[in-house]
């Protein structure tokens, strides 16, 4: 919104021209971000609250001690990230650029999927939202619209392509399993991080590194002599969602202060599918969906314990973890949560760190 205003104002007031570049709008998102959420997060967790009386529903089968410790708190606190996010992009992005709308609407879709979900959840008064198979049915329905879009919009080199980390000139050609592909990374990515929001900031600051981290490396792709020199596949358009990821990382960080334990409300389903979501889908366009493996590590690892615990199960009857996901078996050792939140965190920083280190690495 902004940049047309520059495009019409800029060259008659001195210093405007300051908003053209990135690092100056992606700044101006996270500050945007931020201020949207602190603003309004306290009077939307109020309504959370009288609206939803006894709060998120808390899973029988899961710790004991959540039945006490959170017990009354709201969810769908994802609305109010949402709504950080999605003022900050449209204010600072150019939204002439296909990938902005892909990634907000994309985002947004995988919002509303947790949003029905949550709420189905709160009006039923128990922890079963939208029925398993529905809900994946929804998301691979978003994730295959959003494949056909990115593959469509992309340059003709790039489309239907895997990069691969450590190696500068290897691209491979997915053809027609570039779609499946897509499904699995953002469908995965989604429901990973929904898997890691089971404690207090929990996943928020896993999500928040992963942000930064993408955002910088959606500036570099999106740059065709930075990522000349760093051996990269440049992605033309692709450098507005560092402003995008910024606005994440705003509104990441002002969700934090009313999710910092003990957690005044949930992000729920409707932020967390949405934020794995939005990842994924920077993955996807700056050809770093691997590199999201990496990065989003922590994420990889929650699910893969419970694919493990389930599997493991079924085939031989014995559980490996004591709980799953991989955060509950260290809660069922004995592990205190703010103990298990900040060894998780730098666990993300250290993996982050990892996938930073491939762009250099080829």
Not at 89 to 105: G, Q
Not at 202 to 208: F, T
């Amino acid at each position: 919104m902004l940049i047309s205003l520059i495009e019409s104002f800029g060259d008659q007031i001195p210093g405007l021209n300051v908003f053209r570049y990135l690092t100056f709008r992606t700044g101006g998102a996270i500050v945007t971000s931020l201020l949207v959420v602190l603003i309004f997060g306290a009077p939307l967790i109020g309504w959370l609250k009288s609206r939803q009386g006894n709060g998120q529903p808390i899973r029988e089968d899961g710790p004991q001690q959540h039945l006490i410790s959170k017990v009354g708190t709201p969810t769908m606190g994802g609305v109010l990230i949402l709504l950080g996010l999605t003022v900050a992009t449209l204010l600072w992005t150019d939204l002439s650029k296909a990938y902005v709308w892909i990634a907000l609407l994309g985002t947004a879709g995988f919002g509303c999927v947790g949003l029905a979900d949550d709420f189905l959840k709160v009006t039923k008064a128990n922890s079963r939202g939208v029925p398993g198979k529905v809900k994946l049915l929804l998301e691979v329905a978003i994730a295959v619209t959003i494949g056909l879009t990115i593959a469509t919009v992309s340059p003709e080199t790039l489309s239907g392509k895997l990069a691969v980390p450590f190696f500068k000139n290897i691209l491979i050609d997915l053809g027609w399993f570039f779609i499946p592909f897509v499904v699995c990374v953002l469908v995965g990515s989604s429901n990973a991080v929904n898997l890691t929001d089971g404690l207090d900031g929990l996943a928020i600051v896993p999500v928040i590194i992963a942000a930064s981290t993408f955002a910088f490396i959606a500036y570099l792709v999106g740059n065709a002599v930075f990522a000349d020199y760093l051996q990269l596949h440049a992605v033309p358009g692709a450098g507005e969602l560092a402003v995008f990821c910024g606005a994440i990382l705003g509104a990441g960080l002002g969700f934090l202060w009313f999710n910092a334990p003990p957690a005044m409300v949930f992000m729920g389903d409707t932020g967390s599918l949405a934020l794995g979501g939005a990842l994924g889908i920077v993955g996807v366009v700056t050809k770093h969906e691997l590199v999201l493996a990496i990065v989003g590590g922590l994420f990889v690892l929650e699910t893969v314990s419970v694919i493990v615990q389930v599997a493991s199960f079924k085939l031989t009857g014995n559980r490996i973890f004591r709980m799953a996901p991989l955060h509950h078996h260290f809660e069922q050792k004995g592990w205190a949560e703010s103990t298990i939140v900040i060894r998780f965190w730098i666990i993300s920083v250290v993996l982050a760190l990892f996938g930073l280190a491939t762009l250099k690495l080829r």
